[in-house]
């Protein structure tokens, strides 16, 4: 593997978990009450899903160039990150959402 695609998939790691925890953090300042901390972790949440992406935009366009990427367990793992870090933000915006109606009652 070389180190272009092995820096694509460390960035789908490391931003798809950055994604997650800051959705995390957003749904807690939310419970809290603590709004603009809630938008600010979302904001945060949604550019780290961008970088993520950029990295996975990345591979996609060495695999339609017909340079394949080996298939390994840290490739299926970074998807996996990706993936998940998409979720928890999706979901995270709705918590929120929710609380804020909460609040206003």
Do not use: P
């Not at 938008?39 to 990345?58: C, F, G, I, N, P």
């Not at 298939?71 to 979720?87: F, N, P």
């Not at 929710?98 to 206003?104: A, E, M």
Request: charged share 30%.
């Amino acid at each position: 593997m070389d180190d272009k695609t092995m820096q694509a998939i460390m960035g789908l790691i490391m931003y798809g978990g950055d994604a997650k925890s800051n959705a995390v953090e957003a749904i807690q300042a939310a419970k809290a009450s603590d709004f603009s901390m809630a938008d600010e972790k979302l904001e945060a949440a949604k550019e780290s899903l961008v970088k993520a992406h950029q990295s996975q935009t990345e591979m996609l366009t060495k695999e339609a160039q017909g340079e394949s990427t080996e298939i390994t367990l840290l490739t299926v793992h970074s998807q996996d990150h990706l993936m998940t870090g998409i979720a928890f933000t999706d979901l995270a915006k709705e918590i929120v959402d929710l609380y804020k109606v909460i609040d206003k009652k």
